[in-house]
């Protein structure tokens, strides 16, 4: 169960400098989380831009109907940044699990000293910084406004487990997607792990500022966790 919410709330990616009329306005979407093919969850992500240039993105996701029942699971995941001329930088990343096997994940950029502190499990790893650093759902925003700019070919720098990961989304075509909104037409981007075996595909609309209204993530078992977008207010 773990390993499924994580990896439907988790794609992976690092952006540079953005345009202002690119950049995602406010917005809240409202998912359905599925396992092997069948309801599990509800998910829920919202962009909140704050004055003097602040934003949060928070995403929140949690097991409910039979499910909750056996195995009652709530993960959030909450960003601060800032946008200064162009420029998106995190602040700080937490993540926050409850119900079975709690859990909490802190990042803490700290830009002047060009260093990230990783606390996990009351261990404290320190990250040297590079530039375009995002954290592991910071990207998610940086992957809507590169593909609002025109960009097709990603590279997205993570701080996360105590280290800066390189991921690269491929495209793989455009798709029709079939949502709680009808039928959609996407953007497919997969994802694989560095060690080939799983997999996380993106299908990601145009028409909603390049929102992913679907989520499908792989594992090397071949089980198949999904999120599929119903609802989106602000795009």
């Known amino acids: 169960m773990k390993k499924l919410m994580f990896g439907l709330l988790l794609f992976l990616g690092n952006p540079l400098l953005y345009a202002a009329d690119t950049f995602p306005p406010p917005f809240t979407a409202e998912y359905t989380l599925y396992a092997k093919g069948f309801p599990m969850g ?10 003097g240039g602040q934003f949060i993105f928070e995403s929140i996701g949690e097991t409910s109907g039979l499910v909750s029942f056996f ?17 998106i930088r995190p602040l700080k990343y937490t993540y926050r699990q409850t119900g079975h096997k709690p859990r909490l994940n802190i990042v803490s ?10 606390t996990f499990k ?8 590079e530039e375009g650093t995002l954290d592991s759902l910071l990207y998610q925003v940086a992957l ?9 070919q990603l590279e997205y ?3 996360r487990k105590g280290k800066i990961s390189v991921y690269k989304p491929k495209l793989v075509g ?4 079939e949502t709680g909104m009808g039928q959609l037409e996407t953007l497919k981007y997969e994802h694989l792990s560095s060690n080939q075996k799983r997999r996380t595909i993106l299908w990601c609309a145009p028409k909603l500022h390049y929102l992913p209204v ?11 966790f999904s999120m599929i977008l119903e609802s989106v207010k602000g795009l």
């Open 144 to 152: 809507m406004q590169e593909l609002k700019q025109g960009k097709r």
């Open 42 to 51: 509800d998910g829920t992500r919202s962009l909140i831009h704050l004055p």
């Open 71 to 87: 195995k009652k699971i709530r993960l959030e995941e909450r960003t601060e940044f800032t946008q200064t001329n162009g420029k």
């Open 109 to 118: 950029f700290d830009w002047d000293n060009q260093l990230a502190k990783n």
């Open 214 to 224: 679907q989520v499908q993530h792989i594992e090397s078992d071949g089980d198949v």
């Open 157 to 159: 720098k993570v701080a």
């Open 174 to 177: 455009t798709e029709l997607i």
């Open 122 to 129: 009351g261990e404290v790893k320190e990250i040297p910084l």
